[in-house]
Each structure stands twice: as C-alpha cells, then as structure tokens.
C-alpha cells in the first residue's frame, strides 16, 4: 500500500500557483519524498524530489516540513498543460515505486 | 528518440490467447521495470531487473505472468491464458543505479484490451 495521503483532485486558475499537498507520516529517515506526473495517455513523469531540505528545480518547488510528516508540491506558474495526475511518492534508493491514486489537478483557463 | 520504447502500443486479443509485449529501455540503464495501470489507480509495481537479473518476481499477478531481459537490454512481459480482467494499461521504466535518487523514465505504455 501507499505510504501517502493526497487529495483525490484540486483546480488552479491558470497562472496561479497550484499547491498539492501530501501527508507521509510513515516516512523513514532514509526514506525521500518524490513528485511525479502523468499526462493523460502518458507514462508516469518524475518532477523532484527532497530528503527534508526545500528543493526547486526548473519545474517545481517541494516544500517538506520539519518533521518530514508531509510536504507541498507547487507548480510556481500554473498552464493548461500542467493538468495531469500528480503523484507523491515515498521511497529509499533504487527500488520499485508504490504509487497511490495521486491528486487529479485540472488547471483552468 | 532516446526515451523509453513500448510496442506495441495497443494490443486487442481474445480471451484465452498469449500476448508478448516488448519494452526497450534507455541505453546503459541497468535497471528494467514493468507496472500495470487499471483505469482511475496509480500504476502497480510487477517485476524488475537489474541487467539480466530479475530481482522480484513476486508481485506478477499470477503465474500466467512471465518476463525477461535476457541480454540485460530489452525485455519481454508474457501473459498466457489471458482473461478479461487482464485488460489494462501495461508500463515499462528503466534507470540508472549509479545515480543516488531514483528517478526512474516511463515509456508510453502497452494498452491490452481482452475481449
């Protein structure tokens, strides 16, 4: 099973800044929490990823709280073709990914 | 195109016929992994390889469930005997474990319709 809780689906206006939220209060200290995507029709997408420093990349930012018991994902500047099924994952090293049912974001022109 | 390749794309079959799908990794990936999606769920883990190794076998769904990766390249996911509930989308990953966080590249999937 999933070691994260997401909201089954948000909306965000378009350039807005969407903020998906993900509780993990399972996690290990070894364990990192990892965002990926998937578009419709596509295979899933990795965004980033973060131990329990912040972390921003030309996608996203993560923001993980202090005790690592959850985290927030936030596309800074929201378009049409972020709209997709937004995942969050918890996982050490390379192994095989759990994915839940992840958060359905639609962005709204 | 360097990414991850999947075919065929769609397969439609009848109930009780064996399909083979093929998945073609980015190269110099060592690490191979197959997923399946039903409609509205998160992909579910199946099997992996590490080169030709397979390293867990045990969430196949059933023994009608077979892979390999015989030359550590490319690899093969075998359902026989296949039933109605076996349609769904079918994904193939691979990585690097060389590199420290587990990012892993998804190809476009096989969709397998059983009638």
């Known amino acids: 099973d999933a070691k994260t809780t997401q909201p089954t689906s948000m909306d965000c206006a378009e350039g807005r800044a969407a903020n998906l939220p993900c509780n993990h209060s399972?996690?290990?200290?070894?364990?990192?929490v990892y965002w990926y995507r998937q578009i419709h029709s596509q295979g899933p997408q990795y965004i980033i990823h973060?131990?329990?420093n912040n972390e921003t990349n030309e996608m996203a930012s993560l923001i993980i709280t202090e005790d690592r018991k959850s985290s927030t994902l936030i596309l800074p500047h929201a378009t049409l073709r972020d709209t997709a099924v937004y995942y969050c994952i918890v996982t050490s090293g390379n192994t095989p990914l759990v994915f839940g049912k992840g958060t359905r974001l639609s962005v709204i022109a | 195109d360097t990414g991850v390749s999947q075919n065929p794309r769609h397969k439609i079959t009848k109930r009780g016929q064996n399909v083979t799908f093929r998945c073609d990794p980015i190269s110099e990936h060592n690490r191979l992994y197959w997923y399946r999606q039903t409609l509205g769920q998160g992909p579910e883990f199946l099997t992996y390889?590490?080169?030709?190794?397979?390293?867990?076998k045990s969430r196949l769904l059933s023994d009608r469930f077979s892979a390999e990766r015989p030359k550590g390249s490319f690899s093969t996911l075998e359902i026989q005997r296949t039933e109605q509930g076996d349609s769904a989308m079918y994904l193939c990953?691979?990585?690097?474990?060389?590199?420290?966080?587990?990012?892993?590249?998804f190809g476009p999937g096989t969709r397998l319709t059983v009638l």
């Open positions: 399972t996690i290990s200290g070894n364990e990192y």
């Open positions: 990953a691979s990585s690097l474990t060389q590199v420290e966080y587990n990012e892993q590249f």
């Open positions: 390889f590490q080169n030709e190794a397979q390293l867990e």
């Open positions: 973060g131990l329990k």
